[in-house]
């Protein structure tokens, strides 16, 4: 139950689901693409917060700015949900 509320408080943020739901529409996007539509310094603790709550993965690359988000199997779940 803890996580649901975790999940739902975190969801309610109107800046943290525009991002989730650019990244579930794209279903991967690079940082770089991110940064561009929001603010690079909010982007950062949003990505963790949902990376850590399992709604998206990182794919890393040898260069920051090229990392890839995407949806988890969690996260296309909960997909439904924020509609």
Same mark, same amino acid.
Request: charged content about 30%; hydrophobic content about 40%.
């Given at each position: 139950?803890? %996580? #649901? &509320?975790? +999940?739902?408080? +975190?969801?309610?943020?109107?800046?943290?689901? &525009?991002? /989730?739901?650019?990244? +579930?529409?794209?279903?991967?996007?690079?940082? !770089?693409?991110? $940064?561009?539509?929001? &603010? =690079?310094?909010?982007? @950062?603790? !949003? +990505?963790? $917060?949902? $990376?850590?709550?399992?709604?998206? &993965?990182?794919? =890393? !690359?040898?260069?920051? #700015? /090229?990392?890839? /988000?995407? =949806?988890? %199997? @969690?996260?296309? @779940?909960? @997909?439904?949900?924020?509609?």
């Amino acid at each position: 139950m803890g %996580r #649901d &509320n975790e +999940l739902i408080s +975190l969801l309610a943020k109107p800046d943290m689901l &525009n991002l /989730f739901k650019r990244i +579930l529409k794209s279903r991967i996007l690079s940082r !770089s693409e991110l $940064e561009r539509q929001s &603010n =690079p310094a909010s982007i @950062e603790a !949003s +990505l963790n $917060e949902l $990376e850590m709550l399992g709604l998206i &993965n990182r794919q =890393p !690359s040898a260069f920051h #700015d /090229f990392d890839k /988000f995407y =949806p988890t %199997r @969690e996260g296309l @779940e909960i @997909e439904k949900m924020v509609r």
